[in-house]
């Protein structure tokens, strides 16, 4: 259950994100339900083999017109299973979750399928496992060409525009480790969380350098933690 809808406006527009990054569009944010400081959006990826909608928040359905009006969507993927907290009024696309965390997902949706391994849909949408956050938390590395854009979910969020790792008290944080560890070694220059802090930044745009520095030191924190 989540009270979301209750104050959140209806989602009847996309935005661009970043008119240097073409292909890219979010919906209105939305307040966590139990952690009103943050709030999560539905990106929109602009593809030639279909669109793609990462991510789920509530009512994404009363946006089918501007969803249309971009292409339609050809498949929706979720992160990690606490999006399925935001499956009110869906969008009518094929849903695609990992299958460690499609338990959580099948109470309020319905998964078309599920994966558990790393692999790319076309030659563009690369899928890749990176549990900790939760079991099946994935990330999605989509190449657009002139930027290659990472999308996290939770398992880095952003809060006033720092990279920050979603260790919760239900994570594995040794698993976390792992993650951050495959994403330090990704070739990326955007990273678009799931969550990031109201009105703040949503997605950061980054380098080689840069994103290694930033990773390192959420892995340098989370190893002093848990050696404790
Ligand atoms: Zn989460």
Avoid at 119 to 125: A, Q, R, S
Avoid at 172 to 187: P, V
């Amino acid at each position: 259950m989540t009270q979301a809808t209750a104050d959140s406006q209806p989602i009847t527009e996309l935005a661009e994100v970043d008119s240097r990054i073409p292909g890219l569009y979010a919906s209105a944010p939305q307040p966590l339900p139990f952690e009103p400081s943050i709030s999560v959006r539905a990106f929109l990826v602009r593809r030639d083999d279909g669109n793609v909608l990462v991510y789920s928040v509530d009512d994404l359905g009363s946006a089918s017109a501007a969803f249309d009006a971009l292409g339609g969507i050809s498949r929706q993927y979720l992160n990690h299973g606490h999006e399925a907290m935001f499956s009110e009024n869906p969008v009518d696309a094929p849903l695609f979750v990992h299958e460690a965390d499609a338990p959580a997902v099948v109470e309020t949706r319905d998964v078309r399928a599920t994966f558990s391994r790393r692999h790319t849909l076309d030659d563009d949408f690369e899928v890749i496992p990176t549990p900790g956050h939760t079991p099946g938390a994935t990330a999605y590395l989509w190449d657009a060409g002139e930027h290659r854009l990472l999308f996290t979910g939770d398992s880095i969020y952003l809060e006033g525009g720092r990279w920050k790792p979603g260790l919760l008290a239900s994570s594995d944080r040794d698993a976390l480790i792992a993650s951050l560890e495959l994403i330090r070694e990704l070739d990326f220059d955007v990273l678009v969380p799931w969550a990031a802090a109201v009105g703040q930044p949503y997605h950061s745009t980054t380098d080689r350098t840069d994103a290694r520095s930033r990773i390192d030191a959420m892995l340098a924190r989370l190893r002093r933690r848990s050696s404790r």
